[in-house]
């Protein structure tokens, strides 16, 4: 199963804002509303950031957003702050069946 | 809380076998949909298997045929049985429960390595 399409590195400074997309087919991001967003830090097991393309789990800040538009999903970080230096990853459901992830983003705050 | 234990890895050579367990605690382990996630050295997480609440089971082409994913709802285990291993299957093995159609816990996980 091929990979979910994302851009390898974005980068932004503090207070700035930065979007990570996440394209797919109509087998699976354009299929459902069930895209899901992930944070990894090195070393660090990934952490649910966005489920059900825009929603978040308690505990994760609201500078964290979630879209879709056809076979195509979208993080958004707004605020920008050190900590939230990162790879990020999507992924969806394909066909309701099996999953598949993004080849993950890798997130710069200069 | 939600706790989910691996452990079962370790180093094996080419074409040999491995099962891996993963104990959990603090959720309603018969009603949950269960997955393995995996991640190689450097690489982003590839799902594997996933086994719903009615013993349901799905795998990804890349283990199809070769690894069995199981559950002992009595003891609260998830297993996963990895037969033919191959050097491309050395990575962390995750313990995952889906919900709401996201990954929403995941154990520490256990390192498999394949190598002669």
């Known amino acids: 199963q091929s990979a979910l399409t994302q851009p390898p590195s974005v980068s932004g400074s503090p207070g700035q804002s930065v979007y990570i997309s996440c394209t797919g087919t109509s087998s699976d991001i354009g299929g459902s509303n069930r895209v899901s967003w992930y944070q990894q830090t090195p070393g660090s097991v990934p952490k649910l950031l966005i489920y059900e393309v825009s929603n978040r789990p308690s505990g994760v800040p609201d500078r964290f957003s979630g879209s879709k538009s056809v076979n195509t999903a979208s993080l958004t970080i707004s605020g920008l702050q050190a900590e939230d230096e990162a790879v990020y990853y999507c992924?969806?459901?394909?066909?309701?069946?099996?999953?598949?992830f993004g080849g993950g983003t890798k997130l710069t705050v200069l | 809380e939600v706790y989910l234990a691996e452990s079962g890895g370790g180093l094996v050579q080419p074409g040999g076998s491995l099962r891996l367990s993963c104990a959990a605690s603090?959720?309603?382990?018969?009603?949950?949909?269960m997955n393995w996630v995996r991640q190689a050295p450097g690489k982003g997480p590839e799902w594997i298997a996933n086994i719903g609440s009615g013993f349901n089971t799905d795998y990804a082409d890349s283990v199809k045929g070769r690894f069995t994913i199981s559950r002992d709802n009595g003891k609260n285990s998830l297993y996963l049985q990895m037969d033919r291993l191959r050097d491309e299957d050395t990575a962390v093995y995750y313990c995952v429960r889906d919900e709401a159609w996201a990954f929403q816990n995941w154990g520490q996980g256990t390192l498999v390595t394949v190598s002669a």
């Open positions: 603090g959720l309603p382990f018969d009603r949950c949909h």
């Open positions: 992924t969806s459901p394909r066909r309701g069946v099996t999953w598949v």
